[in-house]
């Protein structure tokens, strides 16, 4: 069965403390992989899409990388706006149909 | 741009009621879908769509209808409401190959008394 694990769950992070979100999955063949930001009462929006193992994709403060078997999506020197629930989702070739997988998040908290 | 809108944003239903919650593009995307997100779970996917006149079932499909009548718009229908609907439901588009990103709308939040 696929499936999406992200952790951890909830991370509180100093403002200008750097880390690190994680995204473990297990899918028959996989697409794409995408990271989304959610804002408290808002859609998801996109952030990155990663296809193939060693890709990097930057944005800002955020960069995100791609292993056969996970990602990690880096925040360098957050500020408190990068607070939010960071999404992970895979879609794969093979039995979900192509459609996405998400996993259920990690809530980032950035106190200035 | 609007992107995907979703109608309405909030909504509180009674146990046995039936309502058809609103999703309409303007980005000629051919695959739509709805997820239901819960607390302490990721989305989940409801029901999908690949072009108009096609629909089929996500993972929790139970209780709820759909049709694709046009490109534009993708309606979720709530046949008998039950507690447990009781959610928050996204809509989300994208192109036909679906390893393009999605866009989602903002959401509507449903509670079923």
């Known amino acids: 069965e696929d499936q999406v694990t992200q952790s951890p769950e909830a991370l509180r992070l100093q403002e200008g403390e750097s880390s690190s979100l994680n995204c473990s999955y297990t899918?028959?063949?996989?697409?794409?992989l995408f990271w989304y930001r959610q804002d408290p009462g808002k859609g998801p929006e996109f952030l990155f899409t990663?296809?193939?193992a060693g890709e990097e994709k930057e944005k800002e403060r955020l960069k995100a990388t791609l292993t056969k078997k996970e990602s990690f999506l880096h925040i360098t020197a957050p500020i408190p706006e990068d607070s939010a629930t960071y999404l992970c989702?895979?879609?794969?070739?093979?039995?979900?149909?192509?459609?996405?997988?998400f996993g259920k998040g990690t809530k980032l908290s950035v106190k200035p | 741009n609007a992107g995907v809108t979703q109608t309405p944003k909030f909504q509180v239903l009674k146990t046995g009621q039936s309502m058809t919650l609103q999703c309409a593009q303007d980005?000629?995307?051919?695959?739509m879908s709805w997820y239901r997100q819960d607390p302490g779970m990721g989305l989940r996917l409801i029901h999908y769509?690949?072009?108009?006149?096609?629909?089929d079932q996500g993972e929790v499909p139970n209780g709820y209808n759909v049709s694709r009548s046009t490109t534009e718009d993708f309606p979720l229908r709530l046949l008998s409401a039950a507690p447990s609907q009781t959610s928050v439901y996204f809509c989300?588009?994208?192109?036909?190959?679906?390893?393009?990103?999605?866009?989602f709308g903002q959401g509507t939040r449903l509670t079923v008394v």
């Open positions: 989300a588009s994208s192109l036909w190959d679906r390893n393009t990103e999605a866009f």
């Open positions: 899918v028959s063949g996989l697409r794409g």
């Open positions: 990663l296809y193939s």
């Open positions: 989702a895979v879609l794969d070739y093979g039995g979900s149909q192509g459609n996405l997988i």
């Open positions: 980005m000629n995307h051919e695959y």
């Open positions: 769509s690949v072009g108009a006149g096609i629909t």
